[in-house]
């Protein structure tokens, strides 16, 4: 009724909007509330409603400045610009690249690497019989090295190191956490090793002869060494003056051993 306040008035709903209210005019206008008095010239109400703002959240961004809005509504239309590239990644694309307009709701935008790759070059160095092996690893990822792949005479591979003869910087199937391009060369250890010695004895002729073998190999022994007046040499024992108890071409065992001429 013109001159008396509206009173009790209805809201307006629409997707994407929050309503705020009535106005006299589409674009504008005066506000009207319960206690306005309604006037001869405002024949209709027009419901006021402006954009809801939904939240954008970014994800693996990896610390990068990121130059995009952190909310939109639904009257935006977003095309995402790319990340700068870190070190060990380059920016790929967002994932999805856009928000269309006429979009509501929370969005998750997931930012999408690419990650550096290095080489990796085993090489069995100076001393080490071999051929080069060639792998890569992934910048943030862990690498499983590899185990031994070369040999040296009177040695074994125990390691790996990035210095041709150095130090064991590596363990054999260990992890290597570096991100560069890394050449990587055989850590030796000696191997330990026993020697067999024979002896002529008191009673034998001729000069001692030692032997060296690596702990692991078998040896045989020798033929008759020594002479002895009126006797011959029929095999080899452990003690002076024993009896034979070893053939000549026997296996020994693996151990420190002296042998005498019987």
């Known amino acids: 009724e013109i001159g008396k306040p509206y009173g009790r008035l209805p809201n307006a709903t629409r997707d994407g909007y929050s309503f705020n209210g009535w106005r006299t005019q589409p674009n504008g206008g005066s506000v009207v509330n319960v206690n306005t008095s ?56 967002w994932g999805p690249s856009m928000i269309a307009r006429g979009s509501t709701g929370y969005r998750t935008v997931t930012a999408i690497w690419k990650a550096a790759t290095y080489s990796i070059v085993y090489k069995p160095g100076r001393l080490g019989q071999g051929d080069e092996v060639r792998a ?74 030692v032997e060296r073998f690596y702990v692991g190999d078998s040896a045989t022994l020798r033929g008759a060494l020594f002479t002895r007046e009126g006797g011959a040499q029929t095999g080899w024992t452990k003690v002076e003056g024993e009896f034979k108890e070893y053939d000549f071409g026997a296996f020994s065992w693996r151990a420190p051993f002296q042998a005498q001429g019987g």
């Not at 290597?176 to 330990?192: H, I, K, M, Q, S």
């Open 136 to 209: 890569s690893k992934t910048h943030g990822e862990p690498l499983t090295l590899k185990g031994a792949l070369y040999t040296r005479e009177g040695y074994r591979q125990i390691g790996w190191t990035t210095h041709e003869e150095g130090q064991k910087e590596y363990k054999l199937r260990g992890t290597c956490d570096v991100n560069a391009d890394l050449t990587l060369y055989p850590a030796w250890e000696p191997l330990p090793t026993y020697t067999i010695t024979y002896d002529p004895g008191y009673y034998g002729s001729g000069e001692p002869v």
């Open 38 to 93: 309604a006037a001869a010239n405002v024949t209709k109400l027009y419901a006021w409603c402006v954009p809801v703002s939904y939240a954008i959240d970014y994800c693996e961004t990896k610390g990068a400045a990121n130059p995009n809005p952190t909310s939109y509504d639904i009257e935006d239309e977003i095309a995402f610009s790319p990340l700068p590239n870190v070190t060990g990644y380059t920016f790929v694309r």
